[in-house]
């Protein structure tokens, strides 16, 4: 079982700065790939990135490359999603999730996470 805790949502002006936390408990998230998805009033849940155990191989939605940058310290049990450049367009709950699997390979269904955090809201404003 694994347990997820975001943090570090907030509001903030475009072209700002935020960095989520997502702290774990358990091993099997170290073990696995970890990702970041987000949900706005009305949409479905959409894929940011993810990330391998190693941390050696990262994906990333079109709309969010360049700008943001996912990371994981498995010592601290924490991934953490640095998000620059901000736009009203990004504004949403954000979630980490587990794939119970060590490598993520692009994979960015809902589905095929298994374990979800609470999320977070991020609100961007213009």
């Known amino acids: 079982q694994v347990q997820l805790v975001e943090s570090g949502g907030g509001l903030v002006q475009a072209g700002g700065s935020l960095r989520l936390s997502c702290a774990a408990s358990?091993?099997?998230?170290?073990?696995?790939?970890v990702g970041w998805f987000r949900q706005a009033p009305g949409k479905e849940r959409e894929f940011v990135t993810s990330?391998?155990?190693?941390?050696?191989?990262?994906s990333y939605a079109d709309s969010v490359k360049g700008r943001f940058t996912i990371s994981r310290d498995n010592a601290k049990n924490t991934i953490y999603l640095q998000m620059n450049g901000l736009k009203p367009e990004d504004t949403a709950v954000y979630y980490c999730?587990?794939?119970?699997?060590?490598?993520?390979?692009?994979?960015?269904?809902?589905?095929?996470?298994?374990?979800w955090g609470q999320g977070t809201q991020v609100t961007v404003s213009s």
């Open positions: 358990g091993r099997t998230f170290n073990d696995n790939c």
């Open positions: 990330i391998s155990r190693s941390g050696g191989s990262t």
């Open positions: 999730a587990v794939r119970l699997s060590p490598w993520c390979l692009g994979v960015s269904t809902v589905s095929e996470y298994n374990y």
